[in-house]
């Protein structure tokens, strides 16, 4: 349940960040504190939208979820978490299903095994599938953010493929 709460926190600041503020140690070495906003010597180039997509969409799966009879009952999407094909994703998007198929950006096509977490409450759910060798989201540090950030969603809002 931590893992899935840590999850939570950090898809809901954001999916991917396209810039964050850097650390700074002082000059004796021994406490770290933060920067208020980037220096001309710390500024990470920000990403294009399209260099967005492109970098972090093979981490970015269709979540087609089946009844009973292996018809359509909602598509959604998510992400992989780690190499071993876990998937963190919406609650709705499989709740009253009997199974779901998931599919990459590079056409690779695997199976929900099963729910690893599920949180109805907060509409997420972490999910382990069939796929291995998987490209995982890099997350980032939803403590170092500040509202007016941009983000970048990547996935299948409101059923759209």
């Known amino acids: 349940m931590d893992k899935l709460k840590q999850i939570v926190a950090i898809v809901l600041a954001s999916l991917i960040f396209t810039s964050l503020p850097s650390l700074a140690v002082e000059p004796q070495g021994k406490s770290v504190k933060p920067v208020v906003g ?67 950006m590079d056409g690779r096509t695997g199976e929900v095994l099963e729910i690893i977490n599920d949180d109805p409450e907060l509409d997420l759910l972490i999910a382990k599938t069939s796929l291995k060798n998987t490209n995982p989201l890099p997350l980032g540090d939803s403590d170092t953010i500040t509202v007016g950030e941009e983000i970048t969603a990547i996935g299948n809002p409101a059923g759209l493929e």
């Open 38 to 104: 980037p220096t001309e010597a710390t500024r990470q180039p920000e990403l294009t939208t399209s260099q967005i997509v492109k970098r972090y969409s093979p981490s970015v799966v269709t979540i087609v979820a089946l009844d009973q009879n292996d018809q359509p009952l909602s598509l959604g999407s998510g992400f992989f978490i780690n190499a071993e094909g876990d998937v963190a994703s919406n609650h709705h998007v499989l709740e009253g299903s009997s199974k779901a198929i998931i599919r990459t």
